[in-house]
């Protein structure tokens, strides 16, 4: 654990200790965070212990989208990117705050069972003009920088493999003018539903849900040469009497479960 990390972690214990279980505002509890944590949040909202109405709904959607939100003027109380640099760049301008990194996640490879999709092959595949690459949005969404860090990966293994994926990759969700593809599903399922494309570089821990959803489907794991690890970010941007508690929860063991659950590599496990 890094010394940061111990710093935020004592100052939540700190202010956990004088503030009141419940909350003493008329104010609900406002949470930001990524949409690839809508059903993990989901899940610790309804496990974290405060009144009814004390903690509002979560909003979920792309980190970066959100972290221009709040930089525009949303009141946000706690908030938990895909990444680490977007609540970086909140601390710039909110002084006394601290980031705490709360869990990992991987990238696999979501892709029609025809293609023959492997670890080993995988790279090959992507780089075949006859299949179809979509990621999120860089820059939006760190799915969509874990993407690209995945081709920058790519190069070293194949000369020229960088440009060719940069080139051929769509970007189909996370943007910030981005809708799902098919009415009333998810943004993931409705690349497939709506037949935009044979692969899609995700998160891990949102696979199996679309394969659920969506026959005809596998999640393949990227190989040691192409993996790279996503680090999620919690940051406390209020005072709110349950910001710090609802952080300390997250990043307590029954948060942490939760989080692996729902396929997280959490930070914070024996």
Not at 170 to 181: I, Y
Not at 217 to 226: A, E, F, H, I, Q
Request: proline content about 8%; hydrophobic content about 45%.
């Amino acid at each position: 654990m890094t010394g940061k990390c111990r710093q935020f972690i004592t100052v939540l214990l700190a202010i956990s200790v004088v503030l009141p279980l419940h909350s003493v505002r008329s104010e609900p509890l406002r949470v930001y965070a990524a949409g690839s944590l809508t059903a993990a949040f989901t899940d610790i909202v309804k496990a974290f212990p405060a009144a009814p109405g004390d903690v509002g709904t979560p909003v979920f959607g792309p980190s970066g989208v959100l972290r221009e939100r709040i930089e525009r003027g949303d009141h946000v109380d706690v908030f938990a990117s895909a990444d680490m640099d977007q609540p970086r760049r909140l601390v710039r301008s909110a002084s006394g705050r601290f980031v705490a990194m709360f869990t990992r996640n991987r990238l696999c490879a979501l892709a029609k069972m025809g293609l023959g999709l492997a670890p080993a092959n995988l790279l090959d595949r992507l780089l075949d003009p006859s299949i179809r690459l979509a990621t999120s949005t860089p820059g939006a969404d760190p799915g969509g920088d874990y993407a690209w860090a995945v081709f920058a990966r790519a190069e070293t293994v194949y000369a020229g493999a960088q440009a060719i994926l940069q080139q051929k990759a769509m970007q189909l969700v996370g943007g910030p003018n981005s809708v799902p593809l098919v009415p009333g599903r998810g943004a993931v399922e409705g690349i497939f539903l709506a037949n935009r494309a044979d692969v899609m570089l995700g998160y891990c821990s949102s696979g199996q849900a679309v394969l659920q959803e969506v026959p005809g489907l596998t999640n393949v794991s990227l190989p040691p040469s192409l993996t790279v690890g996503p680090a999620y970010g919690l940051i406390v941007l209020s005072d709110h009497p349950l910001a710090a508690r609802f952080a300390l929860f997250v990043l307590s063991e029954r948060g942490q479960a939760i989080l692996r659950q729902h396929g997280f590599e959490p930070t914070g496990l024996p």
